[in-house]
């Protein structure tokens, strides 16, 4: 099964990804730089996130997992530095207005 997901943080950003296998174990490649920078040391000693599947296929492609991905990422604007922490496609404002 191939899925897209999405991981919340305690912060309420999120970040939207893909898992071509499927793992319970999988929670994404978001960058750990960009997210410490969101926690004190005091937040890091414990705290839970969520992960949720939005999409999932046992038949889709590579590609069509590909596309779905960046389409979960657009519509939730979790390449929104405000929003969430997926850093591909890049945000640009000029998206929201169309």
Request: aromatic letters at 12%.
């Amino acid at each position: 099964m191939k899925v897209i997901y999405k991981i919340t943080y305690p912060n309420n950003k999120i970040y939207v990804g893909k898992d071509l296998t499927d793992s319970i174990n999988y929670f994404g490649s978001a960058s750990d730089a960009l997210i410490a920078k969101d926690f004190t040391r005091e937040q890091r000693q414990g705290f839970a996130i969520k992960r949720e599947i939005l999409w999932e296929s046992d038949t889709a492609s590579d590609t069509e997992v590909n596309r779905k991905e960046v389409e979960y990422i657009l519509s939730l604007q979790a390449n929104n530095p405000i929003i969430g922490y997926n850093q591909w496609p890049k945000f640009s404002p000029c998206r929201l207005a169309e």
